[in-house]
Structures are given as structure tokens and as C-alpha cells.
């Protein structure tokens, strides 16, 4: 079935631990995006990638780290977790960027509790 | 930056008809979006509005007026499964799409 693989579904992690949230699209979209979901205060844009090769940041960028290296995958880094990076995360692609019919694809999100 | 306001809950009968209202103020505007979003899961297309006036799919239909910087979106015939969150999203001038909150819409038998 076409669509995003996001790994692990939930995990525990102690404040200072570096993690890795894991995205696999398999359906040859261009542009993929990290958001972060709180209670309140809806989907947040963390780091964004237009294409292969090319990464950007969004509205709340700091702690996080992505990579492109090629169109399926966009793994997200927490360099060293905060309690407050305690979030759902999802990330999501669509065919291209930079189009006011971009209508995005989610995965299924990544629950991440930071002790 | 952007600013997209939505009622946090709404709560409405079985077969009723209920009206999610979405106020937006954003850096130019390329197109308003509907996700819906069931409890624990990924948010999914509903509709995309770009130009003023009404979008009819089904028991779905979404509203805009590009004027008012105002968007609805229209639930008829609402069964129990449309409990859910329903985000608003408005893709503005560097084509990154920005969410509301969310409404949680609770049916009720």
C-alpha cells in the first residue's frame, strides 16, 4: 500500500538522548515535512524539503535537525531531547512544492515522551 | 506570521447539520485546506478551496470568501463516525501550509 512509514510508533526517551525519528515514503513525492502536534495548539511545521538534496526550516525549527539525501527518506533528529520536545510528530509529503493545490499525505505520527 | 482561528469544540446530534467556522489572517494566500482528524490517527484531505464561493462533495462541503478572510466547512447528515478533530490550513505566500488548532467535533446519538 502507497503511502508513509513512520518509525517507531511511541518511545520513551531520557532529556539529553540523541533520537531519530525514521520517514519512508514510497510514493516519488518531491517535497516532504516534519510537524509537531500539541494539544491547543495544532500542527507545526519543524523543518521542511522541497526536493532531494534540499532542506529548509519552519516555524519551529530549534533542536531539530533533517537530511534528504534521497526522494523516500527524511529522518528527523533531536540532537539532545528537552522535556519539551514531548510531542506527536507526523510527517507528511506531497507530490510538489511550492503549488496552492499541494495537498499533503500523512503518516501515521510518532509519539515521543521526553523523561 | 499566520493567524488561523477556529471554535476549539462543537457538539451536535445524529443526522443534525453543524458549521465549523475558520477565520484566517496570513503573509498572502494561496489556497484553504480541511483535514479531518479521528482521535490517535493522521489527518486526511477533506477539501481545498482557492477561489471564493462553495465546494460541494458529498455530505461535505467547504466555503470561501477570500474577502473576509473567512472559510466553513459544512457537515450534513452527520453520523457517528464523523466524530473527529476538523483543521483548517492555509497555504500562504512561500507555499508552506499552515494549521489552526483544530475543532473537535463530538456526535451525539
Redesign the interface.
Known sequence: IAGITQAPTSQILAAGRRMTLRCTQDMRHNAM?W?RQDL??????IH?SNTAGTTGK??VPDGYSVSRANTDDFPLTLASAVPSQTSVY?CASSAE?????????????SRLTVL | GQNIDQPTEMTATEGAIVQINCTYQTSGFNGLFWYQQHAGEAPTFLSYNVLDGLEEKGRFSSFLSRSKGYSYLLLKELQMKDSASYLCAVISNDYKLSFGAGTTVTVRA
Open positions: 515535512y510537524y491547543g495548539l495544532g500542527l507545526r511545521l521542511y519552519g516555524e507526523f512544492a511550492g503549488s496552492g493545490a499541494n495537498v499533503l499525505t500523512f503518516g501515521a505520527g
